[in-house]
């Protein structure tokens, strides 16, 4: 009668291997097991940056996202405690895109005057649905900005890649440093009871603030976001072209940031 295989038998070679590499840097914090780690994980470097790298202009470089990447990586295998029973995938890959994101904001990739229009636009939305007591059309957007439907759309095409952010950008609460930042929202694997009340908050925010968009951009949103599809196969599913729906997805990024931004009533 034939052995029954490691798999056959509920064993993963790998995945205890990996355990043992766990081990033995967390227990003596030796050179060769980090650096065995670090090329084990670096598949999901190259995950967040190809990610990150699908709402950025073409003269950025993937390789150079990887790159920034890998400073997140291995301050995530130092940081990362086996113990706590959390994946490590979940934990690294908010440190990853942290990095890519601050690295590019340090080399300031978007221009002064990209920026301010996304400013311009955001604010434009929140003071609309604070008159309107709805979400704005294009056409009210517009005139409140004075430029037509058109000089709109191409607007949100030179901004759409704006969606990146600082982690100390605020996304929720007042401009005087009082607010939610993004890097509030991205967990260090250590609980904190008022912490993890102002991430539910937040959360509640955020799902209202969806649920008040249209249905063509909460499923771009959904679809980008929760199923994982690129701008460009989203475009393939809606039957439109990924420039559409990077307009699409940029509009509705700006009426998240105007309505986290509002007050609380």
Request: proline letters at 4%; charged letters at 30%; hydrophobic letters at 40%.
């Amino acid at each position: 009668m034939p052995e029954p295989s490691a798999a056959a038998a509920g064993l993963d070679p790998e995945r205890d291997a990996v355990a043992d590499l766990w081990r033995d840097y967390k227990a003596s914090a030796a050179g060769e097991a980090r650096e065995r780690l670090i090329l084990h994980y670096s598949p999901l470097v190259k995950f967040v940056a190809g990610r990150v790298a699908a709402g950025l202009p073409q003269s950025i470089e993937q390789s150079d996202l990887v790159s920034y990447g890998i400073f997140g990586l291995i301050d995530a295998i130092e940081k990362y405690d086996p113990e706590r029973g959390f994946k490590f995938e979940t934990y690294a890959i908010s440190r990853i895109k942290g990095a890519i994101i601050d690295e590019l904001r340090s080399i300031d990739w978007v221009p002064r005057s990209v920026r301010a229009k996304a400013r311009a636009i955001e604010r434009a939305y929140g003071k609309l649905e604070h008159e309107l007591r709805r979400t704005p059309d294009d056409a009210e957007v517009a005139a409140e900005l004075g430029m037509t439907e058109d000089e709109l759309s191409s607007t949100l095409g030179q901004i759409s890649f704006v969606g990146l952010v600082a982690l100390d950008d605020v996304v929720a609460g007042g401009d005087d440093g009082s607010g939610t930042t993004v890097g509030d929202t991205i967990s260090d694997g250590a609980f904190d009871p008022a912490a993890a009340f102002e991430v539910d908050e937040m959360k509640r925010l955020l799902a209202d603030a969806i649920n008040r968009m249209s249905d063509r951009e909460r499923l771009v949103l959904t679809l980008y976001y929760y199923e994982g599809l690129t701008l460009a196969e989203i475009g393939d599913v809606l039957g439109v072209t990924e420039s559409r729906i990077c307009q699409i997805h940029t509009k509705a990024i700006l009426q998240l940031r105007s309505r986290l931004a509002e007050p609380p009533s």
